[in-house]
């Protein structure tokens, strides 16, 4: 059974910093690229942040280089994205989300407020 379970959201002051976790089982993590999305209410579902399985390779929204950086751990099934100077414009519920070929998984995701 895939899953993938999001953990860290909170709410957070503007500059502040928060860390998302994924913790994901099920699949050959190792294989997928992984990636975090938001959504914030009223808008599309957009990709803030991925990265590859093999090389590592990583891409970012333009609206967050320089902020945010996603990392992954092959040998905990994990990945995670480091947010700093958060902005309230960041805020939005957070998902993790795995691909390969014709397979995309997706976690319940985690919200994060960025409020003073």
């Known amino acids: 059974q895939v899953q993938l379970v999001e953990s860290g959201g909170g709410l957070v002051q503007p500059g502040g910093s928060l860390r998302l976790s994924c913790t994901t089982s099920g699949f050959t993590f190792s294989a997928y690229a992984m990636n975090w999305y938001r959504q914030a209410p009223g808008k599309e579902r957009e990709l803030v942040a991925g990265?590859?399985?093999?090389?590592?390779?990583?891409n970012y929204a333009d609206s967050v280089k320089g902020r945010f950086t996603i990392s992954r751990d092959n040998s905990k099934n994990t990945v995670s994205l480091q947010m700093n100077s958060l902005k309230p414009e960041d805020t939005a519920m957070y998902y993790c989300?795995?691909?390969?070929?014709?397979?995309?998984?997706w976690g319940q995701g985690t919200q994060v407020t960025v409020s003073s």
């Open positions: 990265i590859t399985g093999g090389s590592g390779r990583t």
């Open positions: 989300n795995a691909f390969r070929l014709y397979y995309n998984y």
